[in-house]
């Protein structure tokens, strides 16, 4: 059956940011597909929320208190996952973001940052995942959560533009170095429904957003979750180092945000 191999049946994923939007979302598809769930995050009220939606499904969750911007939380994210279930195979980094600011107003400290919360944590995390998925399930998945701003130029993002261009680079980087044991893919996602594109939206910017959507609409986090499920299982055992857009088909970015010098 074409279906099974959409299946992760007994398989062990971590899913950082998992408490709320997109992460929460991945973490459920992957339990509804047969996974046992690690659910990262730092709001403790949050990650247990997301896993007592995993276990209503019949699959077994850890929640782990993580600040991927802290070395120790990463490693003890890894650490955490051998000691409960004794197997990695799937790892979503999907912890993320920043938010749209002028590039003459964005500080060195803030580009560094946006750098570092997008890109160097998904390095870590994965560099200490690869070698327990080889070591305790033969191979895996890694899954990184890019978005259509790293591939699509556009004003007023160039801290999280640049940071998720380079996350989408680095997953073919990491494809070449990991093939064939552990497959490297990415979603350069659009505008999904979340707290944090709620934290940008009023009606007017929706309904310019939506008129700049080929799809006519703002996406949801199941939209997300159907190509990291596709992505992490053995549906896609043949595919590495692609970054898959869903985005509503978008060629340029669906929000319009002023220049440097707009009106000098
Ligand atoms: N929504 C969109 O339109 C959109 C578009 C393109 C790309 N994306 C990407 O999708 C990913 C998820 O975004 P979302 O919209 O689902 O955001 P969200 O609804 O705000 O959820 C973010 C999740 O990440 C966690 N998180 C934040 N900072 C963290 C940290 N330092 N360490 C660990 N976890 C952290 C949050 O929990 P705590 O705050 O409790 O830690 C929360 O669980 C991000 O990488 C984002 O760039 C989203």
């Given at each position: ?94 912890a993320g973001g920043s938010p749209p ?69 680095m997953t073919k980087e990491l494809a ?70 869903v985005n509503g088909g978008l060629v ?13």
């Open positions: 059956m074409i279906l099974d191999r959409f299946r992760l049946t007994d398989q062990v994923a971590i899913v950082t940011g998992a408490g709320r939007g997109i992460g929460r979302a991945i973490a459920l598809a992957y339990a509804e597909a047969g996974a046992d769930v690690v659910v990262g995050a730092r709001s403790v009220d949050q990650i247990e929320e997301t896993a007592r939606m995993v276990r209503a499904l019949g699959r077994r969750a850890l929640p782990v208190r993580c600040d991927v911007m802290e070395r120790a939380d990463l490693e003890n994210l890894v650490e955490a996952t051998i000691t409960e279930f004794g197997r990695i195979d799937v790892l979503v980094n999907n600011k002028p590039a003459l107003r964005t500080s060195e400290r803030e580009f560094e940052n946006a750098f570092r919360f997008n890109v160097t944590t998904a390095f870590l995390l994965t560099r200490l995942s690869v070698p327990k998925m080889v070591e305790t399930a033969g191979g895996g998945a890694v899954v990184n959560i890019s978005s259509v701003a790293g591939r699509e130029n556009a004003p007023g993002i160039v801290a999280y533009g640049t940071a998720k261009a380079a996350l989408s680079f070449q170095d990991f093939a064939p044991r552990v497959r490297v893919n990415a979603i350069a996602v659009g505008s999904i429904r979340t707290e944090a594109l709620g934290t940008v939206l009023t009606p007017e910017i929706e309904a310019d957003m939506v008129a700049l959507t080929p799809m006519a609409r703002i996406g949801e986090v199941e939209d997300i979750s159907a190509c990291a499920l596709y992505l992490a299982s053995p549906a896609a055992s043949y595919v590495t180092g692609e970054i898959y857009g340029g970015l669906n929000m319009k945000l002023p220049r440097a010098f707009e009106g000098a």
